[in-house]
């Protein structure tokens, strides 16, 4: 198959799992002999050199930047969030072009937002090539929010209009974007998140001389619950527990968590590690027993967990939340409530020897590598996208065509949201 | 049977059906659904409280659409109801290209691969040439063979339709032709009474309906007409329009325009559509020699087509004291403003070059 990728943002420019597992597929869409050619957004700041197939030509309305957030006049934050998600003729002109030099037999979309994701879908179907795409977040009803939530009626006409079919990680992020009022849901096929590492198979030991070991990787920030994590170790030496440590792995830009860690006196267990690259973690991840994940309900599928588990690193997640769905309280991992005191009580169950942790960190080893490896996802992936080929149908408008009916969108949209002021 | 949604993408406004652009859709919708001898459903959507005064024909469903809040143009704003109402329906006809409801129409109706046919009520504008955006429907149909100019050669496939009710605009023999001449229109500067105002003998008859936004340019009328025989008068319904038509000796349209050097031209109305109603009421039409007026009016037959300002008053007073120079149409020529047959057959070819495809791919 010829494929064009599009995603809003590519490694090393990411922000986590998403442009993550964009690459793994694409690198492993390469090795089953397709041909792939990734469309991305130029990158946030420089960055090294780049894959050949790679193509940094779209321009990004970054939704994520603090500055799109927080900064400016609404009217200006209005207008980048309806480029971000509604409709970028520059990027329109750019990828019709890409389309047409390329001929691919198919388009697999990635997280679209901040490239006007929604004109380039419509660019996609105008003519007549087939789609997929793959969400690991709440993306088709982030496209749709043109002023801070969506309208009904735009929601629905999204889900009526699209031709293509997502692969969407959970039932947790169809459910959020359904909520959200854009019901996709019969367009959704369940393809779990995968992890790519060889794991630790043979690895044998938990809880070496007695200590437990707890490790936390991700943004460290309040929607991942760093601030959970910190105040259950708080809650273990309070209770008089002192052979733990907790180590965060992950980018710091709030204070106030190792304001937290020195507040409760906890510099002894609990340690703010900065970021490490994914291949050490890992490897770091066989020294730890417990990987604490008090993600918030709506993620949709972290990695982290998962490649923590394969190396015997056994998750503590939430009972609410996408990775929930796919694996058992107890059998290879653990759940418990999203608080600081249940997190806590399951440390305590573990220290104290109330829980076979040896057991269920060679089940999570085994489950994983068996179930949950790219090797046994992809096959599921590769054949939605052949099947995707089969939908190829007349164009249905020019290019001309296309890229005037951007200009009028980007135009409308910036002057209705101008007007509504 | 095919549903057609004929789109007003602006405020249909129940006090002025019998004026402007609301007026103009009421009797396209009415004259276009009676063309298509029934084999059409249609559905107007247009901006605005539900509509009175006007009756639709049977096969016309009539949805009123909350444009969304818009304080610098209230009756602009796209409304967001739009986009379930169009969901289901096969082709998409919209009255004008020029407003954001137009616009949010047009991208709709190619993302949802409804083939669009547009007709441009007014004059195109700027926003609409600066991208060309007519070059994104299927087809046109126009009110005029003037308004057809409008469109480049190669713009697409084109039919001309008149549009006339003929169910409320017919003659009527048990009226009596009184000697007064008849104004319908909005008062605003461009459509030109208060040239005709300023010009106007003392002793002949004339009476203004309508209404304007401008209480001052309302108020420059009546001073212009002070000791004149002008009487003023509200918008009428379309049944008292009628009326007015079938007692009036002649229907004036003296729009002209200034432009900002002082001259004066006439301005190209491209549907004439006042002038349309009064020929299918069998009344003459003394009016500006431009635009659709040279469609409606043929000299000698339906009425008067004038260059200036002391040529529209000259024809004025030989209508009123000598009837006989000038014609009085008859009830033969009203087939020259009624909707032709031939919109069915466009529809239809419309549909099946552009067909909207049915179902999902995947």
């Not at chain 1, 442009?19 to 492993?28: F, L, N, P, S, Y």
Request: with cysteine.
């Amino acid at each position: 198959m010829k494929i064009i990728a599009v995603s809003n943002l590519y490694p090393p420019d990411g922000l986590g799992g998403y442009e993550m597992g964009c690459r793994q597929i694409v690198t492993a869409l390469h090795e089953a002999g397709h041909e792939v050619t990734v469309l991305t957004a130029a990158p946030r700041k420089p960055i090294h050199a780049d894959e050949r197939h790679l193509l940094r030509t779209l321009r990004l309305a970054d939704p994520y930047a603090p500055s799109a957030r927080n900064g400016g006049h609404p009217q200006g934050r209005a207008h980048q969030l309806a480029l971000a998600g509604c409709c970028d003729a520059y990027n329109v002109h750019r990828f019709v072009a890409e389309l047409e030099r390329l001929q691919p037999d198919l388009v697999y979309f990635w997280n679209l937002w901040g490239l006007g994701g929604i004109s380039l879908i419509a660019a996609t179907q105008l003519l007549g090539l087939p789609w997929r795409m793959h969400i690991m977040d709440a993306v088709p009803s982030q496209l749709c929010n043109l002023t801070g939530s969506v309208r009904p009626e735009l929601g629905r006409a999204f889900a009526r209009l699209i031709r293509g079919r997502f692969f969407c990680c959970s039932r947790t992020v169809i459910d959020e974007i359904k909520s959200n009022g854009v019901p996709i849901g019969p367009s959704c096929d369940i393809v779990p998140n995968w992890v790519t590492t060889d794991g630790a198979p043979a690895r044998s030991d938990w809880l070496i001389d007695c200590k437990l070991r707890i490790a936390f990787a991700g943004a460290v920030s309040l929607h991942k619950g760093a601030d959970i994590v910190i105040e259950a170790a708080a809650q273990l030496k309070r209770d008089g527990f002192t052979r733990f440590q907790v180590d965060l792995f992950g980018p710091v830009v709030d204070p106030r968590f190792q304001a937290m860690i020195n507040a409760s006196r906890l510099q002894e267990h609990v340690t703010l590690q900065g970021s490490k690259p994914q291949q050490e973690l890992w490897k770091m991840y066989e020294q730890y027993d417990l990987f604490a994940f008090p993600t918030l309900p709506r993620e949709p599928f972290a990695f982290a967990p998962l490649e923590a588990a394969a190396h015997g690193c056994v998750p503590v997640i939430p009972h609410i939340c996408g990775n929930a769905e796919w694996m058992l309280d107890g059998v290879d991992l653990f759940k418990t409530e999203r608080t600081a005191d249940g997190y806590a009580r399951l440390f305590r169950r573990v220290i104290q020897g109330e829980i076979d942790l040896a057991k269920v960190g060679r089940q999570a080893v085994r489950q994983l590598l068996r179930d949950f490896h790219l090797k046994t996802i992809f096959p599921k992936i590769e054949a939605g996208l052949k099947q995707a080929t089969a939908e190829r149908r007349p164009a249905h408008a020019s290019t001309h065509d296309i890229y005037r009916l951007a200009l009028l969108a980007e135009r409308s949209v910036r002057d209705m949201l101008q007007e509504a002021a | 049977m095919p549903l057609v949604a004929l789109v007003a993408p602006f405020r249909l406004d129940p006090a002025q059906f019998a004026l402007g652009r609301s007026g103009t859709v009421c009797d396209l919708a009415n004259g276009v659904h009676q063309a298509t001898n029934g084999r059409y459903q249609f559905r107007l959507l247009g901006l605005g409280p539900p509509v009175g005064q006007w009756q639709p024909s049977a096969g016309i469903a009539v949805r009123n659409l909350e444009p969304a809040y818009s304080p610098i143009k209230p009756w602009d704003a796209p409304s967001w109801q739009l986009l379930d109402q169009l969901d289901d329906v096969d082709i998409i006809h919209l009255l004008s290209a020029e407003s954001r409801t137009a616009e949010m129409v047009t991208i709709l109706s190619r993302i949802s691969e409804t083939p669009l046919i547009l007709t441009e009520l007014g004059e195109p504008g700027i926003i609409a040439a600066e991208l060309q955006t007519w070059r994104l429907a299927a087809a046109f149909v126009n009110g005029s063979d003037f308004a057809s100019k409008h469109w480049p050669n190669d713009a697409g496939p084109s039919l001309t339709v008149h549009g006339v009710d003929l169910s409320v605009f017919q003659t009527n023999p048990a009226v009596q032709r009184q000697a007064h001449l008849l104004y319908v229109d909005e008062f605003r500067p461009a459509l030109g009474l208060d040239r005709v105002l300023q010009r106007l003998p003392n002793e002949l008859p004339l009476v203004c309906l309508g209404d304007s936004a401008d209480a001052d340019y309302t108020g420059w009328l009546r001073q212009l007409a002070s000791g004149k025989q002008v009487r003023f008068g509200p918008p009428p319904s379309l049944e008292q329009l009628a009326a007015e038509f079938q007692q009036a000796a002649a229907l004036i349209c003296p729009a002209t325009h200034l432009d900002g050097l002082g001259r004066s031209h006439p301005l190209a109305d491209p549907v004439a559509h006042q002038a349309a109603r009064a020929v299918a009421c069998a009344t003459s039409v003394i009016a500006r020699n431009s635009g659709a007026m040279v469609e409606r009016v043929t000299p000698g037959l339906t009425g008067w087509l004038v260059d200036s300002d002391e040529e529209m008053i000259a024809v004025m007073q030989a209508a009123v004291t000598r009837p006989q120079a000038i014609t009085s149409p008859g009830a033969g020529v009203t087939s020259r403003v009624a909707a032709g047959g031939a919109l069915a057959e466009f529809y239809d070819a419309t549909l099946n070059r552009s067909a909207k495809p049915v179902g999902r791919v995947a």
